[in-house]
């Protein structure tokens, strides 16, 4: 892809947020976009498989702050009308003194991902800042692979016992034809001749002088004669792999399992990128959780309480009794300790047991007529001290 190309993107468009979007707000724009029209939920939909693929390249600019801020600059400085012109130059042709700027953005940053990368050290080498690195390494300098993002669901017991979990992806990586090199099996690149292989060649221009990359081997510093039928010169093809994850003891909801150098592969033989797998958790029927507690309600009857009971609770593992102390409050939370979520590091929760009065719907007449005879004999105790005392004050 071009670099005139490149700038006639409107990733924010893509993406559907706003130029001043924050990073949750470009972030939470993708994973919904990306979850909608991701290949695996869309089989033989090629609409939503190229939706995928433009909302992964805006956010591989967004969501990093270097090439947002690069983005923002090239188009603010040039304008994003794509083929309707750079800002100042109508038509993206020829501009004061007779500069050409097509001639700049031909065929700029073929080589870098998605468009990007090689932009500042050509607009460096135009305005005297000598971009990142200098000129002469910058159509052919190795560019890391994006980091990829991915979803799975797991149910509560996952969570906290772990899990060994099989992961599905359509995502670029490198032919598997070619094995990266962009050449049909058989045959090799062959180094440029009109710029000897470094990418970039010198050129004038009235009051002008810089280098920009190589029409001939588009910067990339080779020739591809026969190129692969797979990724037709590209080294990456789009291709299904399936990867397995594990999932830690004790993983959150919300939580992501970083697994390095399983992203989109670099190009120019640098590392690929980060693969982030995003945990889902199905809450339990019975349990919750407080970091590494874990949480359950049982209902108890108001004798019980009153009295004082043992009742048997379940736990991960099978279930423990508990002593319920006479004149125990509703909403106590009695602790039973070690039963809760264990870390690999040896980190271990407790189970937090609440009690909660039940009361029933209904009363027979044996029922109510017991406990009208309680109420009777109970009338002279206040349930309410602080309360009654602060309404006798006003």
């Known amino acids: ?93 020829t501009g004061a003194g007779g500069f050409d700027m097509s001639d700049l953005f031909g065929q700029a940053g073929a080589q870098q991902q998605g468009g990007f990368g090689g932009l500042g050290d050509i607009l460096g080498g135009i ?25 799975v669901r797991i149910d509560f017991l996952e969570s906290v016992k772990g899990a060994t979990l099989p992961l599905r992806l359509s995502s670029p990586a490198t032919c598997a034809t070619c094995g990266g090199n962009g050449a049909k099996p058989g045959t090799a690149p062959r180094a440029c001749s009109t710029c000897g292989g470094s990418g970039l060649v010198s050129r004038s221009q009235g009051a002008f002088a810089f280098s920009e990359p190589c029409r001939d081997c588009r910067g990339r510093g ?31 909801d919300d939580q992501r399992i970083r697994l390095g150098g399983q992203g989109e592969p670099g190009r120019g033989g640098a590392q690929a990128g980060d693969l982030y797998v995003r945990v ?29 009971t043992t009742i048997t609770v379940p736990t991960l593992e099978g279930k423990v009794s508990l002593k319920v102390p006479a004149g125990t409050a509703s909403g106590r939370v009695l602790r039973v300790r070690g039963k809760g979520i264990q870390k690999r590091d040896g980190a271990q929760g407790d189970l937090l047991v609440t009690l909660a009065a039940a009361v029933p719907a209904k009363l027979d007449d044996e029922a109510r007529s017991a406990l009208e005879s309680y109420a009777e004999a109970m009338k002279g105790h206040d ?11 006003r």
């Open 222 to 252: 080779q020739i591809i004669d026969d190129p692969c039928p797979e990724c037709g010169g590209e080294g990456i093809s789009t291709r299904t792999r399936t990867l397995t994850v594990r999932i830690p003891p004790g993983v959150k």
């Open 383 to 393: 349930p309410r001290p602080e309360i009654s005392e602060l309404l006798e004050g």
């Open 127 to 151: 305005f005297g800042r000598g971009g990142r690195g200098g000129a002469a390494g910058a159509a052919n300098r190795p560019q890391r692979g994006a980091d990829v993002e991915t979803d």
């Open 280 to 308: 889902h958790v199905a809450p339990h029927q019975l349990f919750g959780r407080q970091d590494l507690d874990l949480t359950l309600t049982v209902p108890v009857d108001f004798t019980e309480l009153a009295l004082g």
């Open 1 to 93: 892809m071009s670099a005139r190309e490149w700038i006639g993107k409107d990733f924010y468009q893509e993406l559907g947020v706003s130029s001043d979007a924050t990073a949750d707000e470009v972030k939470k724009a993708y994973r919904k976009l990306a979850k909608e029209n991701h290949p695996d939920a869309n089989a033989g939909n090629t609409k939503a498989e190229n939706k995928f693929k433009a909302v992964s390249e805006a956010y591989g600019v967004l969501s990093d702050p270097a090439k947002r801020k690069e983005y923002d600059e090239a188009r603010s400085m040039f304008g994003s009308g794509g083929a309707g012109g750079f800002g100042g130059f109508p038509g993206g042709g």
